[in-house]
C-alpha cells in the first residue's frame, strides 16, 4: 500500500503560482510512477501531469504545457507541481496518484490504484 498526502493548494490570483505537493508512504517511492489529475466542478476528472519512476520522462496536457512542471524527490518522498501563469480555468480540486509501474507514463485516473484525497486550487480573474 502507498499512502499520498496532497499539499499546497489554495486561492490565487490569475497570472499567479502555486506550487502543490505529494507526500508519499508505506512503499519505496522510486518504484512508482506519479501523476497529477484534476476534476473541476461538474467536469471529469482529467490527466493534467504524469512523471515516470526516476523521474527521467515528464508528460503533459497540452493546456498545461510551458506553464506547470512535475519534479520528484525519490529522496524525499515527494513529488511535485509547479504551477505558473494560473489561470481561472485551472481551478480545481487536484489529485497525485501513483501506480508501480516503469513502463510509459500512463495518462488514466483508472490506470493508478494508489490516489490521495486532493487538494482544492482556486485562481481568481
Known amino acids: 500500500q502507498v499512502q499520498l498526502v496532497e499539499s499546497g493548494g489554495g486561492l490565487v490570483q490569475a497570472g499567479g503560482s502555486l506550487r502543490l505537493s505529494c507526500a508519499a508512504s508505506?512503499?519505496?517511492?522510486?518504484?512508482?510512477?506519479m501523476g497529477w489529475f484534476r476534476q473541476a466542478p461538474g467536469k471529469e476528472r482529467d490527466f493534467v501531469a504524469g512523471i515516470n519512476w526516476n523521474g527521467d520522462s515528464t508528460d503533459y496536457v497540452d493546456s498545461v504545457k510551458g506553464r506547470f512542471t512535475i519534479s520528484r524527490s525519490n529522496a524525499k518522498n515527494t513529488v511535485y507541481l509547479q504551477m505558473n501563469s494560473l489561470k481561472p480555468d485551472d481551478t480545481a480540486v487536484y489529485y497525485c496518484?501513483?501506480?508501480?509501474?516503469?513502463?510509459?507514463?500512463?495518462?488514466?485516473?483508472?490506470?493508478?490504484?494508489?490516489r490521495g484525497q486532493g487538494t482544492q486550487v482556486t485562481v481568481s480573474s
Open positions: 508505506g512503499r519505496p517511492f522510486s518504484n512508482y510512477a
Open positions: 496518484a501513483a501506480e508501480r509501474f516503469v513502463g510509459p507514463i500512463h495518462t488514466t485516473w483508472n490506470q493508478y490504484p494508489y
